[in-house]
């Protein structure tokens, strides 16, 4: 049979979305995820319903992987946290992933 396409399965993981943050850039950590979770929830990085504050305290997370005192970068470890229903998980060495909720 050609042309059959089968639905959609509904226990199909959604896509990961992947984004990076240059620790030698201009924009803090917590403004890349922001960035990024506007791109990949599909709305502009000024919609209210992108806020960190309830997951995770902005200042805590650039903290958290500024380098060292003696310069050296925080290439290890791994924080994650959910907002609006999407799973982030942020890097050490800057990469950030984002799994959007399961569409039912």
């Not at 396409?5 to 803090?28: C, E, F, I, K, T």
């Amino acid at each position: 049979m050609t042309g059959y396409a089968s639905p959609p399965s509904q226990s199909r993981a959604p896509s990961l979305y992947h984004a990076s943050h240059d620790p030698d850039g201009p924009a803090a950590l917590s403004t890349t995820v922001i960035h990024a979770l506007a791109d990949c929830m599909g709305v502009d990085v000024t919609d209210s319903r992108i806020s960190l504050y309830d997951a995770v305290d902005p200042d805590a997370l650039d903290d958290l992987f500024r380098p060292r005192h003696d310069g050296t970068p925080r290439t290890s470890g791994t924080l994650s946290f959910v907002v609006n229903g999407h799973h982030v998980r942020v890097r050490g060495d800057g990469e950030i992933l984002i799994e959007p909720p399961a569409h039912r």
